[in-house]
Structure formats: C-alpha cells, structure tokens
C-alpha cells in the first residue's frame, strides 16, 4: 500500500505540518495549494533579489530513491534583530511531496 506525504521544510530540512494521504490525486491538489500559498507569501524574494532566478523553482532531480516524487525551493527575504543590529537574507524553505511504501 501507499501513502503520500506533503510537507513543506524550513531551511534547516526540518517538516512543518506534514499530511497524509491516501488518495495521490488529493496530495497533489495539497501540493499545489502549498505551491499557490507560497506565491502570494509577503516576504517572497523577487528576480531581482536573485539574479534573474525565479523565487519558487522546482527541483528536476529529485530524489527519487528517496520517494520524493516533486519538490520546489521557495526563497523569502528573512529579517533578523540581534544585540550587534539588524540584518536581511534570503533563505530558502521546500514543498515536497513523497510517497511512502507501507507494508501490513
């Protein structure tokens, strides 16, 4: 039997509110909801911030040995305040979708 997880990853690889499904056609519509909240998120990096480079890119080779079946990196501006001042970088978090082989 399979299952499906989509996730999205904070920029240290980490899940953040995985779901499961049963349905691959339901995770995918999940997956592309993630996708679409993620283009109207307030901090998203610009082209210009990245070199011409889109702000969500999709990741062609993923990794398939792993189950992932799409992935993309989605890059947002990051604002810190520390004792030593105020600082701004782009970080970058995913959107995956993997399916996982259970066995009963």
């Known amino acids: ?7 999205e990853t ?8 995985p779901k499961y499904f049963l349905n ?3 995770a995918y519509e999940e997956y592309r909801a993630l996708i679409k ?9 610009s082209r210009d ?3 011409g480079e889109k702000p969500i890119k999709e990741l ?3 990794l398939k040995d792993s189950g992932i079946l799409n992935q993309v990196i989605v890059s947002i501006w990051n604002e810190c305040n520390t004792p030593e001042g105020h600082w701004s970088d782009i970080i970058s978090y995913g ?3 993997r399916e996982i082989e259970v066995v009963v």
């Open 1 to 7: 039997m399979k299952i499906y997880k989509v996730t």
């Open 10 to 17: 904070d920029h240290y690889g980490y899940s953040v509110d």
């Open 24 to 26: 691959k056609k339901k």
């Open 37 to 45: 909240k993620a283009w109207n998120h307030p901090d998203l990096a």
């Open 49 to 51: 911030d990245l070199d």
């Open 60 to 62: 062609e080779d993923c």
């Open 95 to 97: 959107i995956e979708i």
